[in-house]
């Protein structure tokens, strides 16, 4: 068991470094052939902070761990909100009162009820609901582009950002051919290792996809958060968090239902799902009333995802 939870961290690792690694290589490689900044920022930035969900629950459903798989796109949503917008309100008040960002929680509310609605009715993630995430997808991203046209050159700097003033071509190729071998290897350490160590301890997939998964491919999200709340800036990544929900459900979503069908337990219907609901109804609330993030709901967000991961430790037992 030892060495199993070993190799899975040790995936967890690669998985991450070789995220980033693939993002700051295409935006690299994308500033040397002079490819706007904006069209980066609205392409290898948004995609790319995906990759690692993207990646792990496509290996997932491909060896047959559907349950890491949902448990990974569920657990990484309500981690986003409790844990990543929880913790830095600890720091400093994340304000929700940023022009443009009530759209955002909208289209949060839609994707989560389009993605709730879809596996509630058909117990899982198959071909027909992952072509209709995919519609949901290219309606999110031309809001996106209609975002960049007001704001291009907020996400223009978010994306000069990631690579230095004069990449070179060299160490470049280098960080996107370490990306693209790295997430694969990665994932399939991480979840080979994440269903034996299931198996060993005879839990659910999900425990595993909500907990480790999740919190592991959460952990970027939430040094970005934690980083910009130092500085007084966290209500500007609010935005990101919430988008990065959307994509999970719906790009990452869909990914899954086109390698295959990923059927979701009763456990997970029953528990999860509200759970992940009750976080989304929680975070568009406050974005929608413009009530700013403070100390007092920032705290009870971490207590109530601590307690939820003690729930799962004991509750997945079966």
Same mark, same amino acid.
């Not at 690669?14 to 995220?19: F, K, M, P, S, T």
């Not at 002079?34 to 948004?46: D, E, F, K, M, S």
């Given at each position: 068991?030892?060495?199993?939870?070993?190799?899975?961290?040790?995936?967890?690792?690669?998985?991450?470094?070789?995220?980033?690694?693939?993002?700051?290589?295409?935006?690299? +490689?994308?500033? @040397? $052939?002079?490819?706007?900044? /904006?069209? %980066? #920022?609205? *392409?290898?930035?948004?995609?790319?902070? !995906? &990759?690692?969900?993207?990646?792990?629950?496509?290996?997932?459903?491909?060896?047959?761990?559907?349950?890491?798989?949902?448990?990974?796109?569920?657990?990484?949503?309500?981690?986003?909100?409790?844990?990543?917008?929880?913790?830095?309100?600890?720091?400093?008040?994340?304000?929700?009162?940023?022009?443009?960002?009530?759209?955002?929680?909208?289209?949060?509310?839609?994707?989560?009820?389009?993605?709730?609605?879809?596996?509630?009715?058909?117990?899982?993630?198959?071909?027909?609901?992952?072509?209709?995430?995919?519609?949901?997808?290219?309606?999110?991203?031309?809001?996106?582009?209609?975002?960049?046209?007001?704001?291009?050159?907020?996400?223009?700097?978010?994306?000069?950002?990631?690579?230095?003033?004069?990449?070179?071509?060299?160490?470049?190729? +280098?960080?996107? @051919? $370490?990306?693209?071998?790295? /997430?694969? %290897? #990665?994932? *399939?350490?991480?979840?080979?290792?994440? !269903? &034996?160590?299931?198996?060993?301890?005879?839990?659910?997939?999900?425990?595993?996809?909500?907990?480790?998964?999740?919190?592991?491919?959460?952990?970027?999200?939430?040094?970005?958060?934690?980083?910009?709340?130092?500085?007084?800036?966290?209500?500007?990544?609010?935005?990101?968090?919430?988008?990065?929900?959307?994509?999970?459900?719906?790009?990452?979503?869909?990914?899954?239902?086109?390698?295959?069908?990923?059927?979701?337990?009763?456990?997970?219907?029953?528990?999860?799902?509200?759970?992940?609901?009750?976080?989304?109804?929680?975070?568009?609330?406050?974005?929608?009333?413009?009530?700013?993030?403070?100390?007092?709901?920032?705290?009870?967000?971490?207590?109530?995802?601590?307690?939820?991961?003690?729930?799962?430790?004991?509750?997945?037992l079966v």
């Amino acid at each position: 068991m030892l060495v199993t939870t070993l190799f899975l961290l040790v995936g967890l690792g690669v998985l991450l470094a070789a995220g980033d690694a693939l993002v700051r290589g295409a935006a690299g +490689l994308a500033r @040397i $052939a002079n490819i706007p900044p /904006l069209i %980066v #920022g609205l *392409t290898v930035v948004a995609f790319g902070t !995906s &990759a690692p969900e993207l990646v792990v629950t496509v290996q997932a459903v491909g060896d047959g761990a559907a349950g890491i798989a949902m448990g990974n796109i569920i657990g990484s949503n309500i981690a986003n909100i409790l844990l990543v917008l929880g913790v830095p309100a600890l720091i400093t008040p994340i304000a929700f009162d940023i022009p443009r960002l009530p759209r955002h929680g909208i289209a949060l509310m839609l994707a989560t009820s389009l993605f709730c609605g879809m596996v509630y009715t058909k117990g899982g993630v198959g071909l027909f609901e992952a072509s209709i995430f995919a519609g949901g997808m290219m309606v999110y991203f031309a809001l996106m582009i209609a975002e960049a046209r007001a704001g291009g050159a907020e996400i223009a700097n978010e994306a000069a950002e990631l690579t230095p003033d004069c990449p070179r071509i060299t160490p470049t190729l +280098l960080l996107l @051919i $370490a990306g693209l071998i790295g /997430l694969p %290897v #990665g994932a *399939t350490l991480l979840v080979d290792n994440g !269903s &034996a160590l299931a198996r060993m301890l005879n839990i659910r997939d999900e425990v595993i996809g909500l907990t480790v998964v999740a919190f592991g491919t959460s952990l970027p999200e939430l040094s970005t958060v934690l980083a910009a709340a130092m500085k007084k800036q966290a209500g500007v990544v609010a935005g990101s968090i919430i988008g990065s929900n959307i994509f999970n459900m719906l790009f990452v979503g869909a990914a899954a239902g086109f390698v295959g069908f990923s059927q979701v337990t009763d456990t997970a219907l029953m528990i999860d799902l509200p759970m992940m609901i009750a976080a989304t109804a929680a975070v568009a609330a406050l974005v929608l009333t413009r009530t700013n993030l403070g100390r007092l709901i920032g705290g009870s967000f971490a207590v109530i995802y601590v307690a939820y991961i003690i729930f799962l430790g004991t509750a997945g037992l079966v």
